[in-house]
């Protein structure tokens, strides 16, 4: 065997001389060369929540950063709450328009990689109230314990964890599980402060929602001690376009109000955290939610401590699910790379369960093969990437390490905020967290029309022939059928009026539905209101664009086409004829091209359509823009642009002759495109 020489003090001091390490300064030096000319800070990145992004860092940039002294499973966790490397549980979200067909839809994928039971609720019921059956909605309408029994049929409930929102109240369902099982591990929990921000209105008010989260916290501890009863859930603000570091300061400041709420009914420190399950959602900012997942475990482990928690209430369980803003209907395919780019940001942090998005999730019900694709993410980010067998991965990184604490300082700033505000629903009450969602996604919309973020197949790269996955399969028949019986047994159903955990128990067992348990669980409360946030995605503005320009498309006989008419030499006019083109398509455009030289070519490279885009250097246009706009006003109805900045004179000069706009990279692409469909019949 051959073994390599071990390095000496001489050797290292000998490569030490050949090959010196530069200086900072020399680097930036060079840099500034190769920029030519173009100011250094071009390069420096600056992020939604203001933290700057230098292109390059370096250990200096870690001397007072205290994250490196720390290890995993050590307080505060930021490398995670485990000594040894853990896999993450795939935790697909389940649902199904039937409890018969969720069932069948479980089996299917628990023999197929999903090692949890996430089962996802119809929204009516979340809320506590009668469930609603829909072909085409989303999440399981369960009115009974009979429901309950046909959903978990036939499945080894010993051998997987659950994770349920609840919503508002949880102890309903909490008991109805506890009579198909004598083990429940995992999450089935309440989150009523997100689920009244998602829906508007709830029938529970905050005070009878904490009372019910105490008993099923304390009843949990005593029946079934490996289960979770509380979530905070962040997705609502995620969607509806807040930044990373505003999203983990929610997140801390509605966990602080369900601690001291959970306190103030005499539950202990240690037990409320305990009962806790984060679940965050991951956005398309790789390292900036690789951070925030590394941060929200710092200060989490942070304020139970000064809460006087023990270390195992100290620990933040984490879920991530990958961002529906981030997700496209145009070109769905794409959302592969996204949410795979978003899991393994999750992975590399050190959640604890992950949630891939379906590739066709903004489109329909997700199919059995996006679910597939979306369950294999997962199992290759373990089995073949090795994910998994790292501690920390991410750990020592100059950049992360200096990331996560910046992260970790601005979120601490934004949650004083709150605290200062009177806490999380005080905030939300006052509108102070929906103006920072708003805010945030005024800044995100204006990248995204400007196109300075990128959406690919979107916004940019548009891809003329899309091809779009299988629709999900269909289940009038089964749909119908469950309707008729639901009815018929809600019909047959008195009222009893006890209330206690066995009684819930006696309840269901006598035929009484879930529904009906929660009203009499509500009885006596007036119900909250917040304003809602409303569920964005980056994609909308752009896929209505296209969405305007097919209706008129069919009003055309299938084109709508926009004329680019190069200027000159093709060498000279390529770049601005490649920027245009891809302009007008992300818009749903069809583009033409065709060069001229001189202006008695250009009346017929325009032919019949309506808009058209001169393409040329700047040397071209003082040469030949003013002629041949002029020819081609000949026909008023030609709407005339010209691609490129120019100075203000001579666009003063092209306006006076017929120019209607200037298109170039700071112009907001959206506002342009749609003044365009609407002016020439797309309303």
């Known amino acids: 065997?051959?073994?390599?020489?071990?390095?000496?003090?001489?050797?290292?001091?000998?490569?030490?001389?050949?090959?010196?390490?530069?200086?900072?300064?020399?680097?930036?030096?060079?840099?500034?060369?190769?920029?030519?000319?173009?100011?250094?800070?071009?390069?420096?990145?600056?992020?939604?929540?203001?933290?700057?992004?230098?292109?390059?860092?370096?250990?200096?940039?870690?001397?007072?950063?205290?994250?490196?002294?720390?290890?995993?499973?050590?307080?505060?966790?930021?490398?995670?709450?485990?000594?040894?490397?853990?896999?993450?549980?795939?935790?697909?979200?389940?649902?199904?328009?039937?409890?018969?067909?969720?069932?069948?839809?479980?089996?299917?994928?628990?023999?197929?990689?999903q090692n949890v039971l996430h089962i996802v609720l119809e929204k009516n019921m979340k809320n506590g109230n009668i469930p609603s059956v829909k072909e085409n909605g989303y999440g399981v309408p369960i009115y009974d314990l009979n429901d309950v029994k046909t959903t978990i049929?036939?499945?080894?409930?010993?051998?997987?964890?659950?994770?349920?929102?609840?919503?508002?109240?949880?102890?309903?369902?909490?008991?109805?599980?506890?009579?198909?099982?004598?083990?429940?591990?995992?999450?089935?929990?309440?989150?009523?402060?997100?689920?009244?921000?998602?829906?508007?209105?709830g029938c529970y008010s905050f005070k009878a929602s904490f009372d019910y989260m105490k008993i099923a916290v304390e009843w949990a501890k005593e029946?079934?001690?490996?289960?979770?009863?509380?979530?905070?859930?962040?997705?609502?603000?995620?969607?509806?376009?807040?930044?990373?570091?505003?999203?983990?300061?929610?997140?801390?400041?509605?966990?602080?109000?369900?601690?001291?709420?959970?306190?103030?009914?005499?539950?202990?420190?240690t037990d409320a955290g305990k009962s806790i399950t984060f679940s965050f959602s991951i956005g398309n900012e790789f390292f900036t939610e690789l951070a925030k997942i590394r941060a929200a475990r710092l200060l989490w482990a942070a304020i139970m401590r000064e809460f006087g928690a023990s270390e195992q209430g100290q620990k933040m369980s984490v879920h991530a699910r990958t961002s529906s803003l981030t997700k496209t209907k145009q070109?769905?395919?794409?959302?592969?790379?996204?949410?795979?780019?978003?899991?393994?940001?999750?992975?590399?942090?050190?959640?604890?369960?992950?949630h891939v998005s379906p590739l066709d999730e903004?489109?329909?019900?997700?199919?059995?093969?996006?679910?597939?694709?979306?369950?294999?993410?997962?199992?290759?980010?373990?089995?073949?990437?090795?994910?998994?067998?790292?501690?920390?991965?991410?750990?020592?990184?100059?950049?992360?390490?200096?990331?996560?604490?910046?992260?970790?300082?601005?979120?601490?700033?934004?949650?004083?905020?709150?605290?200062?505000?009177?806490?999380m629903i005080p905030a939300l009450r006052k509108g102070l967290i929906q103006d920072w969602v708003e805010n945030s996604w005024e800044q995100r919309k204006v990248e995204i029309e400007q196109r300075k973020k990128t959406i690919v197949?979107?916004?940019?790269?548009?891809?003329?022939?899309?091809?779009?996955?299988?629709?999900?399969?269909?289940?009038?028949?089964?749909?119908?059928?469950?309707?008729?019986?639901?009815?018929?047994?809600?019909?047959?159903?008195?009222?009893?009026?006890?209330?206690?955990?066995?009684?819930?128990?006696?309840?269901?067992?006598?035929?009484?539905?879930?529904?009906?348990?929660?009203?009499?669980?509500?009885?006596?409360?007036?119900?909250?209101?917040?304003?809602?946030?409303?569920?964005?995605?980056?994609?909308?503005?752009?896929e209505h664009l296209k969405k305007q320009a097919k209706v008129l498309k069919e009003k055309r006989d299938g084109q709508l086409i926009v004329q680019l008419i190069g200027v000159g030499v093709f060498a000279n006019h390529k770049t601005r004829v490649d920027f245009s083109s891809e302009f007008f398509r992300s818009g749903g455009f069809d583009v033409r091209y065709s060069s001229v030289t001189n202006e008695s070519e250009i009346v017929e490279a325009a032919g019949d359509s309506q808009i058209i885009v001169l393409c040329g250097d700047d040397q071209s246009y003082h040469e030949h823009a003013i002629r041949l706009v002029s020819a081609l006003k000949n026909d008023p109805t030609k709407i005339i642009l010209l691609a490129g900045r120019q100075n203000e004179v001579f666009e003063k000069q092209l306006l006076s002759v017929g120019v209607d706009q200037f298109i170039h990279m700071k112009t907001n692409a959206y506002r342009v495109l749609k003044e365009l469909l609407t002016k020439i019949g797309g309303e």
């Not at 007072?64 to 896999?87: D, H, Q, W």
């Not at 935790?91 to 023999?111: C, G, M, R």
């Not at 070109?331 to 992950?354: M, W």
């Not at 509500?522 to 209101?529: H, K, R």
């Open 223 to 269: 029946k079934h001690n490996g289960l979770r009863t509380v979530l905070v859930q962040t997705h609502a603000y995620h969607n509806g376009g807040i930044s990373p570091c505003q999203e983990l300061a929610i997140a801390l400041a509605t966990g602080v109000t369900y601690v001291n709420e959970l306190m103030d009914r005499g539950v202990s420190a």
């Open 331 to 354: 070109d769905p395919y794409v959302n592969l790379l996204r949410g795979t780019s978003e899991a393994f940001a999750a992975a590399v942090a050190g959640v604890d369960s992950i």
């Open 362 to 423: 903004a489109l329909h019900r997700p199919s059995a093969f996006s679910r597939r694709i979306a369950r294999n993410t997962s199992l290759i980010l373990q089995e073949e990437a090795y994910i998994h067998v790292t501690k920390d991965p991410a750990g020592g990184s100059w950049y992360v390490e200096a990331l996560t604490e910046k992260v970790a300082q601005t979120a601490w700033a934004i949650f004083q905020e709150i605290e200062k505000a009177g806490g």
């Open 457 to 542: 197949g979107v916004n940019r790269y548009v891809s003329e022939n899309i091809a779009m996955p299988p629709n999900a399969d269909t289940y009038r028949a089964e749909v119908k059928e469950y309707a008729s019986k639901v009815i018929e047994d809600v019909n047959d159903i008195g009222r009893l009026k006890r209330i206690s955990m066995e009684h819930i128990r006696a309840l269901l067992m006598n035929k009484t539905p879930i529904h009906v348990i929660h009203n009499l669980l509500q009885e006596g409360c007036n119900g909250e209101q917040l304003s809602p946030i409303e569920t964005k995605r980056l994609a909308e503005a752009f």
């Open 1 to 113: 065997m051959v073994t390599a020489p071990i390095m000496n003090n001489k050797l290292e001091n000998t490569l030490s001389h050949d090959f010196p390490i530069p200086t900072y300064q020399q680097w930036r030096e060079t840099t500034e060369k190769a920029l030519k000319g173009k100011p250094f800070e071009t390069l420096l990145t600056k992020l939604l929540d203001d933290i700057v992004i230098e292109p390059m860092y370096q250990q200096k940039d870690l001397e007072n950063c205290s994250t490196l002294r720390m290890e995993p499973g050590v307080y505060p966790f930021i490398r995670g709450n485990e000594v040894l490397p853990k896999a993450w549980n795939i935790s697909q979200e389940l649902e199904a328009p039937t409890p018969k067909l969720l069932n069948e839809l479980i089996k299917h994928d628990l023999k197929r990689g």
């Open 153 to 201: 049929k036939d499945i080894d409930l010993t051998s997987y964890p659950w994770h349920i929102d609840a919503g508002m109240v949880n102890i309903p369902l909490l008991a109805a599980l506890s009579e198909v099982t004598d083990r429940l591990e995992g999450t089935i929990a309440a989150d009523p402060i997100h689920q009244l921000i998602q829906e508007g209105k």
